[in-house]
Structure formats: C-alpha cells, structure tokens
C-alpha cells in the first residue's frame, strides 16, 4: 500500500514558479516510478511528468517542457515538481501518482494523492 499526500500548491502570478511536493508512505517507494498529472476545471486529467524509480529518467509533457523540473529523493520519500515560468492555462488541481511502470499513461498508476490545487494568475 502507498499513500501519497501533495503539497506546495497555491495563487502565483504568471511567469512565477511554486515547487509541489509528494510524500509517499510504504516501503515501496524507490522501486516505483512517480508521476505528476493535472486536470484543470471541465477538462481530463492530463500527464505533466514522469520520473524512473532511481531518478535517471524523466520524461515530461509537451506543454511543460523546458519550464517544469521533476526530481525525487528516495531518501525521504517525497517527489517533487519544479515549475517555472507559469502560464494561466497552467492553473489546475495537479496530483502525484505512484505505478510499477515509467509511462505517461494514466491508466497505469495504482496509487493517487488528493490533489493540489496551482492557480496562476495572468
């Protein structure tokens, strides 16, 4: 079992960064791979990001490359999103979600937190 729990999210101007975290719970941890997705209001939750379980491998979604970091340190557990540069059509509830594969594909994720909401103001 792994509980995951966000946080870091809240009101930027555009062009400001915020920095999410993922506290994940469980011994399994650094032997998955941890992604982050985004649904913003009326619209599919969608990949942001995905990180390989030691860290060597990131992959991220077009619309965020080169301004959204991921990065994890299995030492503590937790996963994080750097993300600079934000634009409005940034603004959603962005969830961190645990999976045995390193893919964008949401349907292969098992365990989900509760969100964070990131509103970007323009």
């Known amino acids: 079992q792994v509980q995951l729990v966000e946080s870091g999210g809240g009101l930027v101007q555009a062009g400001g960064s915020l920095r999410l975290s993922c506290a994940a719970s469980?011994?399994?941890?650094?032997?998955?791979?941890m992604g982050w997705f985004r649904q913003a209001p009326g619209k599919e939750r969608e990949f942001v990001a995905v990180?390989?379980?030691?860290?060597?491998?990131?992959y991220y979604g077009d619309s965020v490359k080169g301004r959204f970091t991921i990065s994890r340190d299995n030492a503590k557990n937790t996963v994080y999103l750097q993300m600079n540069s934000l634009k409005s059509e940034d603004t959603a509830v962005y969830y961190c979600?645990?999976?045995?594969?390193?893919?964008?594909?949401?349907?292969?994720?098992?365990?989900w937190g509760q969100g964070t909401q990131v509103t970007v103001s323009s």
């Open positions: 979600a645990s999976g045995p594969k390193f893919t964008p594909r949401l349907s292969e994720y098992d365990y």
């Open positions: 469980g011994r399994t941890f650094s032997s998955r791979a």
């Open positions: 990180i390989s379980w030691g860290g060597t491998g990131t």
